[in-house]
């Protein structure tokens, strides 16, 4: 359908009413405090290899009087003669001629959101009409021919504005309306740009290869659950890989040095929030590294890659060993943005004729551990129940609060049985102030130190509801987490006669940290490993090891102490044995990251097409219904469900 009106050649803007032209303002100055504008180079870049002669993004007040060829949706529409036109890189106002012309009546029947070619001509606005708020906002275009390329339907789901609250499964129901909104544009670009970033960084500065390794893989020992891939092999099945681990190692010993992905990965971990079935690892390996090595590349890479709109970077980060997060944070994710640390106060209540202090230091690895809070507000008493209610679903014991009213006078269950000479010590090792709240906890070292970090995480999350800044929202607190136990006591696993099952902290390729490693042999328990994790602002982005490579020694960690069957890593074990250089690595989780960058709500607003938190894809319905007779070929079978 192609309209062209010659009436607009001879335009009687200056007649519209300055309220249509400033209620259709108003309109486009909401959508625009939401929107990161691209640089102007940008947009005119993307008119390469195209129909249009410009974007929506790029008039100025120097284009006045050329002719324009603009494509775009209708995003909002005045009567039938003003409308923005709206494309990935910024909105222009455009105006028919008058309400007589024809190219009016195309407007009027025009829906919002459809597509549509506009040429014409660019003209200065009315000074009451100037939007400095808009790029475009000097100009408007003087439509002499529209056409009408796609038509929206009458009534869509929602309406793709940033201000329209729309519950999260409708957005991903209709995922393609949602990507038309200004936040998820700046979501993806973002996540493109800083991509193409540690490419370059790693590519052209420091003689990285990109290397796709296969998604189609098998079944590996330890780690999470994986994905099955049925095939026409009878009892036979792929798995989809967790991670490239053992295609990145054996890289390396095909001598290839340096290798990155972005690795696609999968791990079926059942419904999680804020979890994806699949998602996207930034996954590196090098030959010859140390640990200092790799810290000082992704410091680099995150430094290089770093959004210029974001606070400098002070590098390198710190460092902090497992043993420290654990006792001063609680964690092995520490949140150092924020103080709160976790006081080992055991001392102070050996023999206190309390039993819950008692019978927990009565064990050589029972703690008693206590955290300060300075509210700088009310903390309510219905605040301390929930609370409670929060420490009773980790522990049996909960916590025991004290509310210090001033010097003397302690609000607590317990202070009343707490002796003159131990309140003082708490009072000075916690330096009490009338109006701190104490959390005690007591019971086994790590369990109580877990414990009181996550209920150091839960009061600063009630603080901050109630208007206090604890977490100088500013700042990012980059922290390398290393000195990782090389195993840990397996979950839900068997404890026999004194020996406890164990599991890899990080996985079974990690190696002993140099300093234990004849212990691996008689007290693997105790055996610190080459695990690092980065931290930022309390989320672990990364995680990583120097890898074994010895061949025995790695059959000796999956056969002895894992209890694996490493027959299945044969392949590995023989590479090992083929001349292996010293090597190590580490993943960045990059959803998560580009997430935490971008301040999101979940991951799922920085992945173009997410799943549900219980992994299904609401816009096509996956994972959808196959009969026996579409997998026959496979040699599986349907199972009914029992009703
Ligand atoms: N493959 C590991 C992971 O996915 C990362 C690494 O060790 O490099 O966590």
Redesign the pocket.
């Known amino acids: 359908m192609r309209h062209v009106c010659s009436l607009c050649k001879v335009a009687c803007l200056r007649t519209l009413p300055t309220f249509y032209r400033l209620s259709l303002r108003n309109a486009v100055s909401r959508t625009l405090k939401l929107q990161q504008p691209l640089t102007r180079n940008t947009s005119q870049a993307c008119n390469s290899f195209c129909q249009r002669s410009h974007t929506c993004g790029e008039l100025r007040a120097s284009h006045i009087g050329e002719p324009v060829t603009l494509y775009g949706w209708v995003q909002y529409k005045r009567f039938d003669f003003m409308l923005t036109l709206k494309d990935a890189y910024g909105i222009t106002q455009i105006v028919a001629a008058n309400t007589q012309n024809c190219i009016s009546s195309v407007l009027s029947k025009i829906r919002s959101e459809s597509v549509i070619k506009i040429t014409g001509k660019v003209q200065p606005r009315q000074n009451e009409q100037i939007n400095k708020e808009m790029l475009t906002g000097e100009i408007e275009v003087l439509a002499e021919d529209i056409e009408l390329i796609s038509e929206c339907k009458d009534k869509l789901p929602f309406q793709p504005k940033d201000h329209a609250k729309v519950k999260e499964s409708l957005r991903m129901q209709y995922r393609y309306l949602d990507i038309r909104t200004s936040k998820m544009q700046e979501n993806l670009r973002l996540r493109s740009r800083i991509a193409m970033k540690m490419r370059e960084f790693l590519c052209n500065h420091h003689g990285f290869v990109e290397v796709e390794t296969p998604t189609m893989f098998k079944q590996t020992p330890g780690g999470s659950q994986e994905f099955v891939i049925p095939t026409r092999h009878p009892e036979r099945f792929y798995c989809l890989p967790?991670?490239?681990?053992q295609f990145?190692q054996l890289l390396m010993v095909g001598g290839l040095d340096r290798y990155f992905q972005f690795a696609r990965?999968y791990r079926d971990e059942g419904t999680k929030p804020d979890r994806q079935p699949e998602f996207t690892?930034v996954?590196?390996?090098m030959s010859f590294v140390n640990r200092e090595n790799i810290y000082s590349l992704v410091e680099g890479m995150i430094e290089y890659s770093w959004p210029s709109n974001k606070t400098n970077l002070t590098l390198p980060f710190p460092k902090m060993t497992y043993a420290d997060a654990i006792a001063k944070y609680g964690t092995d994710k520490p949140d150092t943005r924020f103080d709160m640390k976790l006081h080992d106060v055991s001392d102070i209540f050996i023999n206190s004729g309390l039993s819950i202090f008692d019978d927990a230091l009565k064990s050589t690895e029972g703690t008693v551990q206590a955290i300060a809070i300075r509210p700088h507000t009310h903390i309510t008493n219905r605040d301390l129940e929930n609370l409670q209610k929060l420490a009773k679903t980790r522990s049996e014991h909960g916590v025991i609060f004290i509310q210090v009213k001033d010097e003397t006078t302690w609000r607590s269950p317990i202070s009343k049985y707490l002796k003159d000479d131990m309140k003082n010590r708490l009072g000075d090792l916690l330096h009490m102030k009338p109006g701190d709240v104490i959390l005690l906890a007591a019971g086994k070292y790590l369990s109580t130190c877990l414990l009181l970090g996550h209920m150091r995480i839960a009061v600063a999350d009630l603080l901050e509801t109630k208007g206090v800044n604890v977490r100088k929202t500013r700042s990012n607190a980059f922290v390398w987490v290393e000195d990782f136990p090389l195993f840990l006591p397996k979950e839900n696993g068997k404890c026999e006669s004194q020996t406890v099952e164990l599991e890899s902290a990080?996985?079974p390729?990690?190696a002993p940290h140099p300093e234990d490693a004849e212990f691996i042999y008689t007290k693997p328990d105790k055996v610190r490993s080459l695990?690092y994790d980065l931290v930022y602002n309390g989320a672990e982005i990364?995680?990583?090891?120097i890898?074994i490579h010895d061949a025995k020694l790695q059959k000796y960690v999956l056969d002895e102490i894992l209890k694996e069957d490493s027959s299945s890593l044969y392949h590995l074990l023989e590479a090992l044995e083929s001349g292996a250089p010293t090597h190590?690595?580490?993943?960045i989780g990059f959803d998560r990251y580009i997430s935490m960058l971008r301040g999101t709500q979940s991951i799922r607003d920085v992945i173009a097409f997410p799943k549900s938190w219980e992994g299904n894809d609401l816009m096509s319905g996956a994972p959808t219904k196959l009969t026996n007779e579409d997998i026959k070929d496979y040699h599986i079978e349907i199972q009914k469900k029992k009703s």
């Not at 967790?242 to 681990?245: D, K, V």
């Open positions: 967790q991670s490239p681990q990145k990965c690892q996954d590196l390996e990080h996985h390729f990690t695990h990364a995680g990583g090891s890898r190590g690595g580490i993943a």
